[in-house]
């Protein structure tokens, strides 16, 4: 177990005080349903979210509050949670149920939900500023892509469906299955004129977005024909 923080602490380029709040981070509660890396999260989601606005508040001083808004969403989205942690290869860290043993590449929400603990965790060790120090260096690359607006793959396929053929898309949900705490579902999307394509997720906000990005994919449209 010592070997196992310390390559935490090695990866994350943080000493913990309390090893114990490190280690419950990356306890997912299908592992341990009392002694988890819930509240950690919930914790972490907060941190995150007062440091990512700080940042957008300097960086954007003249900006509406709606564009700052959008950013902000970008940035700390499940998706982008997932993607930052992904990055800083600690999945094989993560302790979960039988059920969990090999993360597919769509739980990305146990993913990014560890991403909120392990920020949760430095906050509570470490104080505010060494989180938002830690938070500011993982985050780096997309805070410095936030000047850039980019449309998720179901604005995108409805604002296409809308301009071509003034209706919107159709999402179905083909398929709900698993646990509770590990859902998949499986979607399909229609525009006029096109197959049902389907995508698959760990929710069905998730399944929806794969779903379009794979008609947009399907049809070959082009970012221009949306008007942008």
């Known amino acids: 177990m010592k070997n196992y923080i310390k390559n935490i602490e090695k990866i994350i380029n943080i000493k913990f005080t309390n090893k114990e709040l490190l280690l419950k981070s990356f306890v997912h509660k299908s592992f341990d349903k009392k002694i988890n890396n819930e509240k950690l999260e919930f914790l972490g989601d907060r941190v995150i979210g007062l440091i990512i606005s700080k940042k957008l508040l300097n960086l954007y001083p003249n900006e509406s509050e709606g564009i700052i808004d959008k950013k902000f969403a970008r940035l700390v989205n499940k998706k982008t949670c997932a993607e930052v942690f992904r990055n800083l290869n600690l999945k094989r860290y993560i302790r979960t149920g039988n059920s969990f043993k090999t993360l597919r590449s769509s739980d ?3 993913l990014s939900d560890t ?3 392990l920020i949760g965790s430095i906050y509570s060790d470490q104080g505010f500023q060494i989180a938002e120090k830690f938070v500011l260096r993982i985050w780096n690359v997309y805070i410095k892509d936030s000047n850039v607006i980019v449309l998720d793959p179901k604005t995108k396929l409805q604002e296409f469906a809308l301009k071509k053929f003034k209706k919107l898309p159709i999402y179905k949900t083909l398929e709900k299955s698993g646990p509770n705490h590990n859902p998949f579902f499986k979607v399909s999307v229609q525009i006029q004129n096109s197959k049902k394509i389907q995508g698959e997720g760990s929710s069905k906000k998730i399944a929806q977005q794969n779903a379009a990005s ?4 399907n ?3 082009k970012f221009y024909e949306l008007g942008r």
């Open 115 to 117: 991403c909120e603990a």
């Open 219 to 221: 049809l070959k449209i």
């Open 108 to 110: 990305e929400k146990i």
């Open 214 to 217: 794979n008609l947009i994919k």
